[in-house]
């Protein structure tokens, strides 16, 4: 910081200094400091300061006002649109507005219709809302292009396990993505989701134990509470739900799962 700030005062390479000055208050957990430092740089670090800034007003509860930085970055730096776009519907997406956020990946994908992070977030965003055709045809086309990619083939296959009859389509899917990515804790789950679909209990439990023990995800937590509520192992299943509610209190996934099951 001393010597960023002798930068600073002498008006030399003032910019980067800014944003490492904005770096570092973020760092701390300093989010004023570091928006006051974001604010004032200019030149080629100028789109990630913003970028970052969003993301810092967001978190401070001014989602609005992280809006405009975001839109604004799009008409100063053409170049910097899609992560932009990006940017902006994942907030949309943090915010509970999944079908804002949908609309603004359609407006992008109409600007950059081979933008790869933009279509699979759309189809994300679309199976999310249980859109399963734009979500299965988006991710049909990122395929198309990665064919052996396991994170495009565990979307798909998951989406298909989850939101279809299409068990046996979808298990072979994540079983390919598996078998690429076997110590990933969302592969693992959705591998033990498709079990579950088709009904090979033991086999379920044993890979959403694994996923539970590496990532204490809500959704992971919900799927291994309901195999363990079909094998009968119920105070199990509802201690595993009320844990993961106390850490994510207002997961839709959990809540869902704890009242079907009740």
Same mark, same amino acid.
């Not at 930068?7 to 760092?27: E, I, K, M, P, S």
């Not at 970052?52 to 100063?76: S, V």
């Not at 110590?183 to 439990?205: H, K, N, T, V």
């Given at each position: 910081?001393?010597?960023?700030?002798?930068?600073?005062?002498?008006?030399?390479?003032?910019?980067?200094? +800014?944003?490492?000055?904005?770096?570092?208050?973020?760092?701390?957990?300093?989010?004023?400091?570091?928006?006051?430092?974001?604010?004032?740089?200019?030149?080629?670090?100028?789109?990630?300061?913003?970028?970052?800034?969003?993301?810092?007003?967001?978190?401070?509860?001014?989602?609005?006002?992280?809006?405009?930085?975001?839109?604004?970055?799009?008409?100063?730096?053409?170049?910097?649109?899609?992560?932009?776009?990006?940017?902006?519907?994942?907030?949309?997406?943090?915010?509970?507005?999944?079908?804002?956020?949908?609309?603004?990946?359609?407006?992008?994908?109409?600007?950059?219709?081979?933008?790869?992070?933009?279509?699979?977030?759309?189809?994300?965003?679309?199976?999310?809302?249980?859109?399963?055709?734009?979500?299965?045809?988006?991710?049909?086309?990122?395929?198309?292009?990665?064919?052996?990619?396991?994170? +495009? &083939?565990?979307?798909?296959?998951?989406?298909?396990?989850?939101?279809?009859?299409?068990?046996?389509?979808?298990? $072979?899917?994540?079983?390919?993505?598996?078998?690429?990515?076997?110590?990933?804790?969302?592969?693992?789950?959705?591998?033990?989701?498709?079990?579950?679909?088709?009904?090979?209990?033991? $086999?379920?439990?044993? &890979?959403?134990?694994?996923?539970?023990?590496?990532?204490?995800?809500?959704?992971?937590?919900?799927?291994?509470?309901?195999?363990?509520?079909?094998?009968?192992?119920?105070?199990?299943?509802?201690?595993?739900?009320?844990?993961?509610?106390?850490?994510?209190?207002?997961?839709?996934?959990?809540?869902?799962?704890?009242?079907?099951?009740?």
């Amino acid at each position: 910081r001393r010597y960023l700030l002798q930068l600073v005062n002498t008006g030399q390479y003032a910019d980067d200094a +800014y944003f490492y000055l904005g770096r570092l208050a973020q760092a701390e957990g300093d989010a004023k400091g570091a928006m006051r430092w974001y604010r004032q740089v200019q030149g080629a670090q100028r789109p990630d300061a913003v970028l970052r800034l969003a993301a810092l007003l967001a978190e401070q509860g001014q989602p609005d006002a992280a809006r405009k930085q975001l839109q604004d970055l799009r008409l100063q730096y053409p170049q910097q649109a899609a992560q932009s776009y990006l940017a902006e519907a994942g907030l949309l997406r943090w915010l509970g507005r999944p079908q804002e956020a949908l609309a603004l990946y359609e407006q992008a994908l109409a600007q950059f219709p081979d933008h790869a992070e933009l279509r699979y977030a759309r189809a994300l965003t679309a199976a999310t809302l249980g859109d399963v055709p734009t979500a299965e045809q988006d991710l049909r086309q990122l395929l198309a292009q990665a064919p052996d990619d396991p994170q +495009y &083939l565990n979307a798909l296959g998951y989406t298909l396990v989850d939101q279809t009859t299409r068990y046996l389509e979808g298990y $072979e899917l994540v079983e390919r993505a598996y078998a690429l990515r076997p110590d990933d804790p969302a592969i693992m789950d959705s591998m033990g989701w498709a079990l579950f679909r088709l009904q090979r209990l033991d $086999e379920a439990r044993v &890979l959403l134990e694994q996923a539970y023990a590496a990532s204490q995800d809500g959704e992971i937590a919900a799927h291994l509470a309901e195999v363990l509520w079909q094998l009968g192992e119920r105070q199990q299943a509802r201690q595993i739900l009320a844990d993961a509610l106390k850490r994510e209190p207002s997961h839709r996934i959990l809540l869902d799962t704890k009242s079907r099951l009740q």
